[in-house]
C-alpha cells in the first residue's frame, strides 16, 4: 500500500511537470511576434499636449519581449524616444541617447525608444545615409550592434501606439514625470553633428523634471526625417513606378575600355558586380545588388555590373537586366576568354563569380569579395566610407 501511493505521487508529480512544460511551451507561442506591417486608411495625427498624460501601449521589443507603460511605474521620470534605422538624424544622435541613458538609469530615469515608421511606406532612395531600413528584423540588428542599453520597440505595423503620442520626425523625445504627464516634448540638442553637443535640452528638462520645477522650456522644434505613417504611400507608389520605367541597356566593353572602369577616374564610390545568367547565386543575388543603387544612387555612388557570358547571349543576359530594372550602367565583356577578364578585373580575383568590388576614385580596391555577398557587409562598407557615411 505503501509503495502504491508513492508510485501514485510520483505519477502525480510527472504529470504536473509535463503539464508546466506544455503550458510554458504554450505562453512562449501566445508571446511570440511576427511582423505584419498593413497599409491604414489616412488619420489626423496630433502632437501630445504638454500636461497630458501618457497613452497606454504594450509593443514587442527587439529583445522578443513585449513591452508595456505599466513595466516602468517605478521610475522618476520616463523618456519615450521615437526613432529609426534609416533616418541620419536618428543615427547622428543614438550615441547620445546611450550616453544619457547610462547617465541617468541611477537617477530613477527609465527610457524607451519606439520605431514608428512603416516598412511598407519607406523607400530604398530614403535609406541612403544607413545600411538598413526599418524592419523589426533590421532593428534587431541595429541595437545589437550599437548595445542599445535601453528597450527598442517596434510600431511598424499598424501605429497604433505612434499615433496616439503624435511624433513628426525622427528623433523626437517625449519626457513624463511620476504621474506621467508631459513635461517636455521636442529634440535632444541644437547641434545635430556627433561630438558637437551632448543631450543639453534632453538633460536640463530631465533634471527639472527630477527636482519637480516646470521646465524652462517645455516645447522645442525637431529635425529629422518625417515618420513614414502607412497611409503616405502614393508617393512611394509614384516612385517606384517612375523607377520600373527607366531604360535598361546592356554596353560590349574589351580590355581597354574595363581597364578605364577599374581605373574609376569618375567622382564616385563605383561598385563593380561580374556575373552571369548560367550562374544561379549570381542570379539569385542580381537584384540585392541592382537594388544598391536606388538607395545610394543619389549619393557619391554608383553601380556597375560586367556579364561574363559569351557575347552571342548578349541578349539572354539584358532580359535578365530589364526583369530587374537594372537601369545602371551594365556591360558585357566582349571577349570569350574569361582570363583576360579575370586579369582585367582583379589580379587577386580567382576567377569565381559573382565576384563584386568596391573602387575608391584613382583605382583603389577597398572592398573585394569572391562568391555571394553579405548584403549587409557590403551596404555597412558603403555608407561608412567617408565618400557616403551616415550624416549630413
Request: aromatic share 12%; glycine share 8%; proline share 6%.
Given at each position: 500500500m505503501k509503495n502504491l501511493t508513492i508510485n501514485l505521487i510520483s505519477t502525480i508529480i510527472l504529470i504536473s511537470f509535463f503539464l508546466s512544460g506544455c503550458n510554458n511551451t504554450k505562453k512562449q507561442e501566445e508571446t511570440g511576434f511576427e511582423p505584419n506591417p498593413v497599409t491604414l486608411e489616412k488619420q489626423k495625427v496630433e502632437t501630445l499636449k504638454i500636461g497630458e498624460k501618457a497613452p497606454d501601449f504594450t509593443l514587442p521589443g527587439v529583445s522578443g519581449e513585449m513591452v508595456s507603460l505599466s513595466d516602468f511605474e517605478q521610475a522618476e521620470v520616463l523618456v519615450v524616444a521615437f526613432t529609426c534605422n534609416h533616418c541620419p538624424t536618428a543615427q547622428a544622435y543614438e550615441d547620445r541617447?546611450?550616453?544619457?541613458?547610462k547617465d541617468y538609469?541611477?537617477?530613477?530615469?527609465?527610457?524607451?525608444?519606439?520605431?514608428?515608421?512603416?516598412p511598407l511606406a519607406l523607400l530604398p532612395q530614403e535609406c541612403s545615409y544607413s545600411d538598413m531600413g526599418d524592419t523589426y528584423a533590421e532593428m534587431k540588428v541595429r541595437a545589437k550592434e550599437k548595445g542599445y542599453n535601453f528597450p527598442y520597440l517596434y510600431d511598424g505595423d499598424n501605429h497604433e501606439v505612434s499615433i496616439k503620442y503624435g511624433p513628426v520626425t525622427t528623433p523626437h523625445l517625449f519626457v513624463f514625470d511620476k504621474n506621467r504627464a508631459l513635461k517636455y516634448k521636442g529634440r535632444f540638442d541644437g547641434n545635430e553633428k556627433p561630438g558637437t553637443g551632448n543631450a543639453e535640452d534632453l538633460r536640463k528638462a530631465v533634471d527639472q523634471t527630477l527636482a519637480g520645477k516646470e521646465v524652462t522650456n517645455p516645447v522645442t522644434k525637431t529635425f529629422g526625417c518625417s515618420v513614414?505613417?502607412?497611409?503616405?504611400?502614393e508617393w512611394t507608389k509614384q516612385v517606384n513606378k517612375e523607377w520600373k520605367e527607366k531604360p535598361v541597356s546592356l554596353e560590349t566593353i574589351d580590355e581597354q575600355k574595363l581597364g578605364e572602369i577599374m581605373e574609376n577616374n569618375s567622382e564616385n564610390l563605383r561598385l563593380i558586380n561580374i556575373w552571369a545568367t548560367w550562374c544561379t547565386p549570381c542570379?539569385?543575388?542580381?537584384?540585392?545588388?541592382?537594388?544598391?543603387?536606388?538607395?545610394?544612387?543619389?549619393?557619391?555612388?554608383?553601380?556597375?555590373t560586367v556579364s561574363s557570358d559569351k557575347i552571342k547571349n548578349k541578349d539572354k543576359s539584358l532580359e535578365l537586366l530589364k526583369k530587374h530594372h537594372a537601369?545602371?550602367?551594365?556591360?558585357?565583356?566582349n571577349n570569350d576568354d574569361k582570363y583576360k577578364l579575370i586579369e582585367g578585373v582583379d589580379p587577386e580575383w580567382q576567377?569565381?563569380?559573382?565576384?563584386?568590388?568596391?573602387?575608391?576614385?584613382?583605382?583603389?580596391?577597398?572592398y573585394r569579395h569572391q562568391g555571394t555577398v553579405d548584403l549587409y557587409e557590403l551596404k555597412k562598407a558603403i555608407v561608412e566610407h567617408p565618400m557616403v557615411g551616415r550624416y549630413y
Open positions: 541617447l546611450i550616453e544619457f541613458t538609469k541611477d537617477k530613477g530615469v527609465a527610457v524607451i525608444a519606439i520605431s514608428p515608421n512603416s513614414k505613417w502607412s497611409w503616405k504611400n542570379v539569385l543575388e542580381l537584384p540585392d545588388i541592382i537594388q544598391l543603387q536606388r538607395i545610394y544612387g543619389n549619393r557619391d555612388f554608383e553601380l556597375v537601369s545602371n550602367k551594365n556591360y558585357i565583356f576567377g569565381s563569380i559573382p565576384y563584386t568590388i568596391l573602387i575608391e576614385p584613382g583605382g583603389e580596391i577597398v
